[in-house]
């Protein structure tokens, strides 16, 4: 009860400075991602962290830590170190900071990035210059062609697959180019209740969150895994981890805060600074409270590419 009067006093105060309806009717593409990480280029180093690992930490004490937000790239090492393999694809490399922890770490392995965005590519490339087995790639998730079929242990995602608006074509090409026994590592947000489960405050505050980083529509989670199973994904591994992903969100939410607190500078600040800069701070402002209400979760997930189904 206590958080959805949160929730009603956070959409009062986004109400202050962003008119609600604009946020809420962008409509999303590549090209509005393309730009969103370009305008955010400066602003991520600044608000996030210096060591472009850009997401979620997992704070499993609750506590929140640098290292936390290694959870991904330390998920991706286990399973690279079971399967013995040598060949992983990241699917949103981004800036490139789990590929090229994982490269340093296993010098004889090759890891391969794609992505869309120049603005994030941008720090991928200059940390490849610096080894000889990381390579960023400029291209859509959507579209693995440039990939043999067959050919990689491990396919990872970390906060990304919710840009797709056609996961099932991510799911197909994943297992396409997937080894037999291989693995899809997906860390990702989603929705927890269909959108008529959701009370009218839930729907805007779900709303504007998406809007604010660049998404179109969160999935509900058991979506995403009946296309896996169609896909002939069998589940690994699936863990629940919204309570140690709030530590990270409580970070944003405190600067977040800040920024409504004085809604008149806020408002100046929209003449000042792209609206694609500003809108992050209403998914700061929102998250922690969607995780903690259940209105989104997020999960670690781990398909595999299941023999018995297909003998490709
Ligand atoms: C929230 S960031 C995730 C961070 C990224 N995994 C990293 O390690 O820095 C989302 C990333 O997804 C990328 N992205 C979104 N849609 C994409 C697509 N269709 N194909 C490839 N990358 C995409 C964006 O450009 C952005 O770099």
Known sequence: MQSQTDLKQKLENISKVFKIEDVLSIKTSNEYTQKYYQVNKIPYSLFHTKTDLIYMGVSRDGIYKEKDLLEAAKTVEKYLKNLNGNKVLELATGRGANSFYLAQKFPAAKFYGVDISRGQLDFA????????NYFPNF????????????????????????????????????????????VFIIFDGYLNKKINQLTSDEKIASG?????????????????????????????????????????????????????????????????????????????????????????????????????????
């Open 125 to 132: 490339f200059k940390k490849a210059k610096g080894i000889n």
């Open 139 to 182: 291209g859509d998730y959507h579209d693995l062609s440039k990939f043999e079929s067959g050919t990689f242990d491990i396919v990872f995602v970390v906060e990304a697959l919710c840009y797709s608006m056609d996961n099932d074509k991510v799911l197909a090409e994943v297992y396409r180019v997937l080894k037999k026994n291989g």
């Open 208 to 312: 504007l969150t998406e809007k604010g980083m660049a998404v179109e529509k969160f999935e509900l989670y058991d979506s995403l895994i009946s296309k896996a199973k169609e896909n002939n994904f069998k589940i690994e591994f699936e863990e629940n981890v919204s309570q140690f992903v709030i530590p990270t969100m409580e970070r944003f939410e405190r600067k977040a805060a800040l920024f409504f607190k004085f809604p008149k500078l806020a408002k100046l600040s929209l003449y000042v600074f792209p609206k694609e800069f500003l809108y992050n701070a209403i998914s700061g402002y929102l998250s922690a409270t969607l995780m903690k209400i259940n209105v989104c979760s997020y999960m670690i997930t781990v398909l595999k590419k299941d023999n018995f189904l297909n003998n490709d």
